[in-house]
């Protein structure tokens, strides 16, 4: 079940964290490779740009303290691999 969930939770979980730290926010031309197609990414960046806006948002202040765009705006910066 690792393989099969976890490490693909655990790209999402990694780049969401990287997302909301505002890294990409200091550093405009830094690029990510992320293997595997991301992993759960791209089923989870609209999560992340809902939780940005929602009306609860001070329940959350890590999901817009550090970041002025929504977090899909950032997948730019990342590439994906399709192997």
Not at 4 to 22: K, M, N
């Amino acid at each position: 079940m690792l393989q099969l969930v976890g490490w693909p939770t655990e790209t999402a979980l990694c780049v969401g964290r990287l997302i909301f730290s505002g890294l990409f926010e200091r550093h405009p031309d830094l690029r990510l490779v992320l293997a595997h197609g991301g992993g759960a990414l791209a089923m989870l960046i609209g999560r992340m740009d809902l939780a940005r806006i929602a009306p609860r948002y001070e329940a959350n202040p890590q999901c817009y303290e550090h970041i002025t765009r929504p977090p899909s705006t950032y997948l730019r910066n990342i590439y994906f691999d399709s192997m």
